[in-house]
């Protein structure tokens, strides 16, 4: 673990009032060195660099504190669709071990690296599963199952909506992160949102900044509560969510 690793962490997590403990800031080193040599030959991120590593994946996970308050007192359970390498359910549970996650992406051998992560870091009550988020949200064992779902998954929000509120328990909610402007995609959004038995709360956005160029980079957390049990309509088969968005 690197002086410079350490520090770049530990600047980030202070803009969040988090605190990690020498562990956690060795399982973050280690999931770095281990997302680094995999990406070598399987593409998890276009991101590489050490304080970009730090500062857009690991404190933007880490952000969602902001969007719904400190995770070390609550014993929640989330679900992150697309994850991808491992953003954000990865740096949320080393962060705040207390959560139970589960991680969720359509990419066998993505699925094979997040379970190789969970066992070299000695993560327990998190589960990485390979599928489909209009398959999984339909099974009983995940429907309506948990306090939040969350995503940094890249499409409009009328899709993710379709995709992540299944998963979301009534009085619940789904929190998507953003970037840039995003009023209009809200707008578009608000017939979606509604037929899947929900309201959006509120946008709360921030910023990280980015360490070494003194910029910031614009985010926002799209808040959406689940008002109501949804119908069984939803989500729709494979495929309709991200071709034929519900207005």
């Known amino acids: 673990m690197t002086?410079?690793?350490?520090?770049?962490?530990?600047?980030?997590?202070k803009l969040l009032g988090i605190q990690l403990s020498e562990k956690q800031l060795e399982q973050f080193y280690r999931y770095y060195e281990m997302l680094i040599e995999t990406n070598k030959v399987m593409n998890l991120t276009a991101i590489t660099e050490l304080p970009e590593v730090v500062s857009k994946h690991f404190v933007d996970s880490l952000a969602l504190v902001k969007a719904v308050g400190n995770l070390s007192e609550q014993?929640?359970?989330?679900?992150?669709?697309?994850?991808?390498a491992g953003f954000p359910g990865i740096p949320l549970k080393i962060a705040f071990p207390n959560l139970k996650i589960t991680l969720l992406d359509?990419?066998?051998?993505r699925v094979k690296f997040l379970q190789s992560v969970i066992d070299e870091l000695g993560l327990e009550k998190i589960f990485a599963i390979h599928g489909?988020?209009?398959?999984?949200?339909?099974?009983?064992?995940?429907?309506?199952?948990?306090d939040y779902c969350v995503s940094r998954a890249v499409a409009n929000l009328s899709t993710l909506s379709e995709y992540c509120l299944p998963f979301v328990k009534v009085g619940g909610k789904f929190i998507s992160y953003k970037s840039g402007s995003i009023e209009e995609e809200l707008e578009q959004a608000k017939g979606a949102i509604k037929l899947l038995g929900s309201k959006t709360q509120k946008v709360v956005k921030f910023s990280i900044e980015e360490m070494d160029t003194e910029t910031a980079a614009e985010r926002s957390f799209v808040i959406i509560e689940k008002k109501e049990p949804m119908s069984k309509k939803y989500p729709r088969k494979a495929g309709l969510p991200s071709k034929e968005p519900l207005k």
């Open 3 to 13: 002086e410079q690793f350490v520090r770049k962490m530990e600047e980030g997590v």
């Open 132 to 146: 489909r988020a209009e398959d999984y949200g339909s099974k009983s064992d995940y429907r309506e199952q948990y």
């Open 75 to 84: 014993d929640s359970s989330v679900f992150d669709v697309g994850t991808g």
């Open 106 to 109: 359509s990419l066998n051998k």
